[in-house]
């Protein structure tokens, strides 16, 4: 700082300094700015005195210019005094002894400027003595000690403002009078200012004292608060919060407790704005950061609380011990100090201080505040008085009186809501601060939950603005906030409120179910989470649902249930999901579980859905069993469970049913096993594929007998759960979608959840996706009204086009909107006119089906390519699509089963003692009217079949074509229309077999029976391998049905010739179209049919061995489901079912260890194979030839793979050779001669399958023998010749497809060699298997006569099966190249000639025939012989066989008596014979067929009558025969003899026999010839001789 003395004024002070001095001074006192002026004297002061002591300037100098200065300003000696201090202060410090004398002359010479007392004030006491201003200065400190004393610290009777305590006496009556007169405030303030005034009070006091009296008198605040308000005027304005504040502290020991009357005068005086929150904040105990930590501690102690109660303890008396002691210890805890701020807000919240207690709760952890009881109870009363305006108008239920609550005094409060807008303003904010906490008051609980419903009642319905729209969702989205944050939490809170839970669920149904399972989500996953409490009841919940979970048994469902229900109407998301984890453990706790949930809220019902959804939709769990081939148990128990629970508790479905059709579009079916269940359980509609027969024909009746008997389980009162179903399905548009994207699912099961899956997985799950459509069709089809399924469902067009849906289904769900339509068309022409005649009826009947079906034939035509319709009609596709087993028969004995059921049950309640008379009399009402139902339901049924059958009568000649060929028309018959609705369902496949009967017995035009049944049994292997699990057991179902037709037809002549003997199904010619008229010789007779079965029970037979040799899962599995189900029909014959048990002996030998499930299927069957043994009949009674009337036709019927009762190999032949010129049969013959030498020497050399075609080789033998006898050389040469055209009259009408033969030739060559190839490694253990049966044989002609004959016949059966198989395999697989090569045949080859018979081509025809006459192919000179030679064996086996029968019993014992030492010498001699005999064969077989093995040949010594086409084809040299007739000749002695047991008469019967048979060849030559001649004279005579040879027959 710059002196303001310059040294020159002090130099010349007398010159000029002085007056310099003084001027500045002036200037100084004059200057505005007090402040500056002020500190600028001070300095200039200052400078001069310190002038003084340091010398420079005298003392008495200075004196005379300050006595100038000191007018200048009125506190200049003031100054001077401060001056004069702080140079005291200076000099005393110095060690210069002559500046302290300087500084006290200066100071004495200005004695008379400065008066004593301030000097006295200012000075130090020395100082003051050396001046000679006081005597002593200890003297002087003593008493100056003493009289602070006296001033500020010795109490007197009044204090120290010397006021009178009377004025405070005054003061206290002044404000406690009665004030309710015309008292105002002012008035009593102006009283009050008089006392402090009169009294000496003091002013802050007086406010202290004012506040006390309103403490006291709460209720007076319009007095109080302006009298503080006006009083605050004269006060400071933070006097009025200090003085509270220091009120508080006054409480803030640890023993103290602020009473309520301060919380509320500090709660009113915040509320009128006299203090501010944040002055009062800081005076309140316990700090923020003391309540954070309160809170940490408690979430942590909760935690610890959790993992007690989660931890597994065991327990000990110590552990129990302890626990006691800690609670001790917990019980003497003191209690914490008074929280002044939890005080605070509660009075703040009880005046309605809504925006200052909101500060306050904004500045503690979320909820901390209101978990404390009575601020949560202010907080809900707060709430009450907002809400109360707004619940008296929407909110109270009808009736209810309710009880009004009034408005709090205070204008301040928060405006009362009058509506739903104002709601939001304040109340929603209100309740999200609650929290959890509304548990604390029910009944506002409740009151929300009322005006929820209202405003949801208020949303729903339309017609508002746009405006409105906007706020309404604004609101809604603001409800569902606080249902999610404030109602579900409390509910948690609430101890066991089974009201509330409903009074929720009132509410919650108006919301759409997404919205429910939401809040459901957050209330189960977040919310438990979000507060101590919360995750305290959570962990108890748990903890109590684990002790009812542990104790829950079938016995005691109901106790269990209750404390279930208790435990559900707080925490259900919490209890369901720990019952739910248990569930997907133990299975069995289902039945239990679901009893005991019958104590349940509709809010607990609702939340157990959304469990389930959750559970199943966990991405943790794995949907499969660690193997991949099977689904989780888990997923299929929590299906199990669904099913049970929403058919006995209303819950809603929708959200489930969702949750299946998104898994769906997901492109994953694994949860359809829950709709499956659903359905089940719900509607009552079982889809298994072990119904019995009886339920199946059950399932074909009425609604009534499908309820009665075709289910396993009678399940009962399905009409509400199926209502609810249905409902659920309609109300959210789910029916067809889940129909669509199930049917679509079916067919990409494959390719979307294949993948890298076991091929047993995706074909259960495509069966399951399947199985459900098929039962969700049903129950739609069942369920939903005519206008709700037709409203629902495109048309097929549509379906399959837009939708993709496959072809049956499609059909499927579209064919009972057929049937509605065409009843309510029916009986709106029967209104229309009343005739009753049944003539009449039937006509409009038919008109409404025209109706009906005339858009479907157009529509149809869509699906296929234009050439399908070539040869079937739209309409036959169509008509076979909508109808089902209902409309073509009617199930009597079904009925009549389910009406003697309900006698027997009437007859055994009255003979029943116990029952009381009333129930008797309802339960015998129930039996009569389900009785009278299903003789009602009968009668209807039969109408509608008769009506159906007339109908098709009508349509039938226009259903096939057959443009192409018949063979062609019953290809798409079978690939378009059977085939694919076979494995629909059981109910579809036994609806196949019964219509193909059906349109056989309607005489269709253009249908072969006979050639649709081949095809159908002929080729199984790869339909069967190509079936998931259940597919393959309807279509075994299928075969069965077929084959029991056929077995009935097969089993008694009259029955034949009744209902196939002149149907056109059966015509064995097969003419163009244009040509009708049947003839009886066309028609195939009953012998050469049942010839025709025996063929297909071999071809099944082989299929079968074939599968279960392959190895193949698959094809085992459903090759032994198929052979299950056919079981009742097939093995019939003795030698195939021995074939059978042996294969699937064999599987159950090899799968025992590695696939326990094939092992479980073979077992069964071959268990229920033995008991079907006893049924079995030998070949030769299944397939029976009379000798004298013999012809060609029956070999050619009996043994092929193919064709109408033909060899496919023969008939394929034939008829392509027929339009072969000779160049090319030429070709073919050699090449054909090459295939067979290849296929035959590899028959010989690899007998690998041990099927049996029927033929016994032995007995072929002998007549071969015979045979040979009569017969030259040459005469076998013309034989050879012969034998093909001859065979059959058929040939001649045969289609003319075979053009195209030899080239195939060429690829049937190599593949058939490949392919036997691929079979020969098998061999050897068949070898050894047939060398043990021969030496057991051998054992056994020891013994006995009759079991010589037995075991020689089976052993010969067993040996001649395998060779006779490959031949037929091999003949097969040519076939079926044939067809492959560029025909359009399947596998039988074409069996109809599509030009028209005309003149002219007559003579070329009969021309190639001569032709063919000449060079007939050896391949077909081998089959045809083949095919003699076994009809043969097997006429002459039967006769052997049957030689004992033939004798009476009582001849037989004598006989046995008299010749049974014979018999035993007789065996031995046999014994030696046939060893010489073996010895002569191998030798035999080495000349004839080198490549054939020895061990081979040992097994085979009876063979080769057989593989006769392996002489054939290698020039059946003489030299070669003669041996052999030799050796058969000692054989048939041998044979012979044993049969005849030494009876005379047998032996003659024997004799007979063989010269029967003799004769009858040569009597079959002659005919042969004779037919040849004929041939030539064309069409006419043709007839002529299906005359003739028809009565050879």
């Not at 009377?166 to 006392?195: C, F, M, R, V, W």
């Not at 064996?1433 to 019993?1449: E, F, G, Q, V, W």
């Not at 080769?1504 to 052999?1524: A, C, I, M, Q, V």
Request: aromatic fraction near 6%; proline fraction near 4%.
């Amino acid at each position: 700082m710059a002196a303001l003395l310059p040294a020159e004024w002090i130099k010349n002070w007398e010159k000029g300094g002085k007056s310099e001095f003084v001027q500045l001074c002036r200037a100084l006192s004059e200057n505005k700015n007090h402040d500056v002026g002020f500190r600028d004297i001070q300095q200039a002061l200052y400078e001069l005195a310190y002038h003084v002591v340091r010398g420079n300037l005298k003392h008495d100098q200075a004196s005379n210019v300050l006595g100038d200065v000191i007018e200048f300003r009125e506190d200049m000696p003031s100054i001077l005094a401060d001056v004069f201090c702080i140079l005291d202060i200076e000099t005393s410090c110095l060690e210069e002894k002559n500046k302290r004398d300087h500084f006290t002359q200066l100071v004495l010479a200005c004695l008379y400027l400065v008066s004593d007392t301030v000097l006295k004030e200012r000075l130090d006491p020395e100082t003051l003595e050396s001046l000679g201003l006081i005597k002593q200065s200890q003297q002087f400190n003593q008493k100056s000690v003493k009289i602070k004393t006296k001033l500020f610290y010795k109490q007197q009777k009044f204090n120290l403002l010397r006021e009178e305590n009377e004025g405070y006496a005054k003061l206290i009556a002044e404000l406690g009078q009665d004030l309710s007169g015309n008292i105002t405030s002012d008035l009593i303030l102006e009283n009050i200012k008089s006392l402090i005034g009169c009294f000496n009070l003091d002013p802050n006091r007086v406010l202290d004292i004012i506040l006390e009296v309103y403490e006291c008198r709460p209720e007076y605040d319009d007095f109080f608060v302006p009298l503080i308000e006006s009083y605050m005027y004269m006060c400071e304005p933070q006097t009025l919060c200090h003085i509270l504040g220091f009120k508080f502290k006054f409480y803030q020991d640890p023993s103290g407790e602020t009473p309520s009357s301060l919380y509320r005068v500090a709660a009113v005086l915040l509320q009128h704005n006299l203090i501010d929150l944040e002055d009062l904040y800081v005076h309140l105990l316990p700090g923020d950061n003391a309540i954070i930590e309160e809170h940490k501690r408690e979430i942590v102690e909760a935690k610890q609380i959790v993992r007690k109660l989660t931890m597994v303890v065991l327990s000990s008396e110590k552990t129990e011990e302890k626990e006691k002691e800690k609670e001790k210890e917990e019980e003497k805890t003191e209690k914490p100090p008074d929280n002044q701020k939890l005080g605070l807000l509660e009075a703040l919240l009880k005046i309605g201080d809504w925006h200052h207690a909101q500060s306050i709760m904004d500045q503690m952890p979320p909820f901390y505040a209101t978990s404390h009881k009575p601020i949560a109870i202010a907080l809900c009363q707060l709430v009450h008085v907002t809400i109360e305006p707004l619940y008296r108008r929407v909110g109270v239920p009808k009736g209810a009186k309710g009880s009004p609550i009034s408005s709090l005094p205070n204008k301040r409060a928060p405006k009362q809501a009058e509506s739903f807008e104002e709601l939001r303003k304040e109340v929603f904010n209100m309740l999200c601060y609650l929290g959890p906490h509304l548990s604390h008051d029910p009944i506002l609980f409740a009151k929300v939950v009322r005006l929820g419903k209202a405003f949801m009642k208020e949303f729903q319905s339309d017609g508002s603005k746009q405006e409105d729209k906007e706020k309404m969702e604004t609101l809604f989205s603001c409800l569902l906030s606080i249902t999610d944050q404030v109602l579900l939490p409390s509910l948690s809170l609430m101890d066991c409120n089974a009201c509330m839970s409903e009074e929720l669920w009132g509410m919650f149904k108006t919301f759409p179910y997404q919205y429910r399972y939401r809040l459901y989500g957050q209330w189960k996953n977040e919310t438990y989470n979000s507060h101590p409490l919360l995750v305290k009841v959570k962990a108890q919940t748990i903890d109590r649902a684990k002790y009812i979970m542990k104790r829950l048994t079938k016995e005691n469902v109901k106790p269990s249930g209750r404390q279930i229900g208790k435990l559900s109407h707080s925490n259900p998301t919490i209890l369901f999901d720990y019952i739910l984890s248990q569930i997907q453990k133990y299975d069995n706790l289902i039945t239990p579980v679901v009893d005991s949930l019958k104590y349940l809220t509709s809010l607990n019902y609702d939340v157990l859905a959304y469990c389930i959804i959750e559970a199943l939709a966990n991405p943790e769990k794995e949907r499969m069993k660690h193997d991949d081939t099977t689904i989780s148990s888990w997923l299929q128990s929590l299906a199990s469970f669904c099913g049970a629970v929403f058919r006995k508790y209303p819950i809603e479905l929708a959200g489930l049913l969702q949750y299946v059709a998104n898994q769906l579009k997901a492109g994953k079916s694994f949860d359809l096993l829950i709709l499956k269940e659903v359905v089940q359980k719900m509607a009552g509609i079982e889809i298994t594929e072990e119904m019995t027969m009886e339920q199946l024909e059950a399932m074909t009746g009425g609604e009534q007998l499908k309820a009665e008997g075709g289910y396993f389980g009678q399940i009962r009162n399905t009409k509400k759960s199926s209502q609810r179903l249905k409902d659920a399905l309609l109300d959210h548009d789910l029916a067809l979608p889940l129909c669509l994207l199930m049917a679509q699912q079916r067919n990409g099961v494959i390719f979307q959840e294949g993948g890298e899956k076991h091929l047993k997985l995706v074909g259960k799950l495509y069966d399951q996706c399947h199985d459900t459509l098929v039962q969700f069709g049903g129950f739609l089809a069942s369920n939903l009204s005519t206008e709700d399924y037709i409203k629902r469902v495109p048309s097929i067009d549509v379906l399959c086009n837009e939708f993709h849906t496959p072809h049956d289904a499609a059909f499927f769900l579209s064919r009972p909107m057929y049937a509605h339509h065409i009843s309510s068309k029916y009986d709106e022409l029967k209104k229309a006119e009343k005739g009753n005649k049944q003539q009449h009826k039937v006509h409009k009947y038919i008109t409404s089906c025209e109706l009906v079906m005339a858009p479907v034939h157009e529509a149809v035509i869509s699906l296929h390519l234009p050439k399908v319709w070539d040869d079937i009609s739209p309409q036959f596709y169509a008509t076979f699509w909508s109808l089902t087993m209902y409309d073509l028969a009617v199930p009597h004995s079904s009925y009549d089963r389910e009406v003697n059921k309900l006698k027997v049950q009437m007859k055994a309640i009255d003979d029943n003692q116990e029952m009381p008379p009333n129930k008797k009399k309802k339960e015998k009402e129930r039996c009569t009217a389900l009785q009278d139902k299903l003789l009602e339901e009968e009668k209807k049924q039969l109408e509608h079949v008769q009506r159906v059958l007339q109908r098709l009568k009508l349509e039938k000649d226009n259903w096939l074509l057959a443009k192409s060929t018949k063979n062609e028309t019953i290809t798409k018959f079978l690939q378009l229309c059977i085939f694919p609705r076979c494995i629909f369902s059981a109910i579809d496949a036994v609806y196949c077999a019964h219509f193909v009967e059906l349109v056989h017995q309607q005489k269709t035009p253009n249908f072969s029976t006979l050639l649709c049944y081949d095809r159908v049994f002929s080729d199984i292997i790869y339909t069967v391998a190509s079936c998931t699990e259940n597919e393959a057991s309807r279509y075994g179902r299928f075969l069965c049905c077929m084959l029991e037709t056929v077995t009935r037809w097969h089993s008694d002549r009259v029955i034949y010739e009744k209902e196939c003997g002149n149907y056109p199904g059966f015509l064995t010619i097969l003419r163009a179209t244009g040509f009708d008229g049947g003839n009886k010789a066309d028609q195939l007779d009953y012998e050469n049919f049942r010839h025709v079965v025996h063929k297909w029970h071999y071809k099944l037979t082989k299929a079968s061995v074939h599968c279960l040799e392959t190895g193949e899962y698959t094809h085992i599995r459903n090759i032994l489901i198929v052979l299950t189900k056919i079981l009742p029909w097939y093995p019939k014959v003795l030698n195939l079912g021995q074939a059978l048990e042996r294969r699937v002996h064999k599987i159950c030998q090899e799968e025992k260890e590695k696939r326990p499930d094939l092992y479980a299927l073979a077992m069964g069957y071959s268990g229920q194979l033995k008991s079907r043994k006893p049924f079995m009949i030998p070949e030769n009674e299944f397939h029976h030839k009379d000798p004298p009337a013999r012809n060609a036709v029956p070999a050619t019927v009996q043994n092929g793979p193919g064709g109408a009762g033909m060899p496919t190999s023969l008939t394929i032949n034939t008829v392509r050779l027929e339009e072969g010129t000779t160049e090319e049969t030429d070709k073919l013959k050699e090449k054909s001669q090459g295939v067979v030498k290849v296929i035959n020497k590899t028959v010989n050399a690899t007998p690998k399958v041990t099927t049996s075609n029927g033929n016994s080789a032995s007995n072929s033998k002998i007549i071969k023998e015979k045979d040979d006898k009569e017969k030259s050389g040459k005469e076998k040469d013309k034989e050879k010749k012969d034998k093909t055209p001859a065979a059959t009259p058929e040939m001649k009408a045969l289609g003319k497809d075979g053009k195209d033969k030899p080239k195939e030739e060429r690829a049937n060559k190599d593949e058939k060699a490949r392919e036997i190839k691929e079979k020969t490694p098998k061999s050897d253990k068949e070898k050894e298997k047939v060398k043990k049966e021969e030496k057991a044989s051998k054992e056994e002609k020891s013994k006995t006569v009759v079991t010589i004959i037995e075991s020689k016949s089976t052993a010969e059966k067993e040996r001649e099966k395998e060779p006779s198989r490959e031949r037929d395999l091999a003949k097969e697989m040519k076939s079926k190249e044939n067809a492959k090569g560029g025909e359009k045949v399947p596998v039988a080859g074409s069996l109809k000639s599509p030009v028209p018979r005309s003149e002219t081509s007559e003579s070329e025809r009969e021309q190639k025939r001569r032709k063919v006459d000449t060079h007939s192919s050896p391949s077909h000179s081998s089959t045809v012989k083949d095919n003699l030679n076994e009809l043969k064996d097997s006429s002459a086996k039967h006769y052997i066989n049957h030689t004992t029968p033939t004798l009476s019993k009582s001849k037989e014992r004598e006989v046995e008596k008299k010749d049974l030492d014979k018999s035993r010498e007789r065996s031995r001699e046999r014994e030696k014979k046939e060893e010489k005999d073996r010895k002569d064969r191998k030798r035999d077989h080495s000349n004839s067929d080198r490549e054939v093995p020895q061990d081979s040949t040992k097994r085979r010594k009876e063979e080769n009558g057989t593989t006769g086409s392996s002489k054939h084809s290698k020039s059946e040299s003489p030299s070669d025969s003669p041996r052999l007739n030799e050796k058969e000749k000692e054989k048939n002695k041998s044979k012979s003899s044993g049969k005849e047991k030494g009876d005379s008469i047998k032996a003659e019967k024997m004799e007979k026999s063989s010269s029967g048979s003799k004769k009858e060849s040569r009597h079959d030559k002659e005919k042969a010839e004779k037919k040849e001649k004929r041939d030539s004279t064309g069409g006419k005579e043709e007839k002529k001789h299906h005359k003739s040879s028809d009565k050879h027959r």
